[in-house]
């Protein structure tokens, strides 16, 4: 499904990815963990078509097709979508109306024409159900207010609607107490299919009880300097990155 190959991306003239090679395909889930600085949220950001990274070399395929050359509204529509680390609030914008917008926006696009009201209701209903959230969140501006637990929510909320292809989710258990990682995991698990594929960036490995990834990689200084099942992030947890990059030095 996805293919990364010897990818190099320039940020304001400093290299972070530096020829760094990843095959997904459908149906699985990967974990992307590492230092701080490593570059994870780089690859992410650079997959989804986000501003001010540099491609200097490499490719990104997806289903076969060149995914550099996409514009990002194309690549949302082609399948990827990234949720944000850092949740943005859109005053004045209603949540249900942003869910309906993106999800008619990519049908579209597909030639599949808009959802009926009903339908987008039950629909909507069914994952808010998921996410334990109360159905006065859609009313709300977007994460206007929302606690660091509730905006993660409605980000898999977004996802369980748009019901990507690719969803790629950065540091989702960052600032999540222990039952807000678990409906957060459980929402994302729900996400799994054989026709799709999920990308974890990670720095812990306590999401990675509740979301057992398929593949881990480790990602240190721009490249992937390791990968494994889901054993491996056990070990990382254990010895720390440290032991990973003395051996890979
Ligand atoms: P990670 O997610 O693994 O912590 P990032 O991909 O966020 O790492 O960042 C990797 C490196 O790239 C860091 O040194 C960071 O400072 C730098 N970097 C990332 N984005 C930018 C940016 N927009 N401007 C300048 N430097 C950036
Ligand atoms: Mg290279
Ligand atoms: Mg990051």
Sequence with gaps: MLQVNDLHVTVEGNEILKGLTLTINAGEVHAIMGPNGAGKSTLSAVIAGKDGYEVTQGTVTFEGKDVLEMEIEERAQAGLLLGFQYPVEIPGVKNIYLLKAAL???????????????????????????????????????NEGFSGGEKKRNEILQMLVL????????????????????????GVNSLRAQDRAILL???????LDYIVPDKVHVLV??????????????????NGYEGIEESVA
């Design 104 to 142: 008619n926006a990519q049908r579209v696009a597909r030639g599949e024409g808009e959802m009926p009201a009903p339908e987008f209701m039950k629909l909507v209903k069914e994952k808010l159900g998921y996410m334990k959230m109360d159905a006065s969140f859609l009313q709300r501006a977007v």
């Design 163 to 186: 019901q990507p292809k690719l969803a790629m989710l950065d540091e989702i258990d960052s600032g999540l107490d222990i039952d807000a990682m678990k409906v957060v995991a459980d």
């Design 201 to 207: 960036v990670t720095h812990y490995q306590r999401l």
């Design 221 to 238: 200084d721009g490249r992937i300097v390791k990968s494994g099942d889901a054993e491996l992030a056990k070990q990382l947890e254990a």
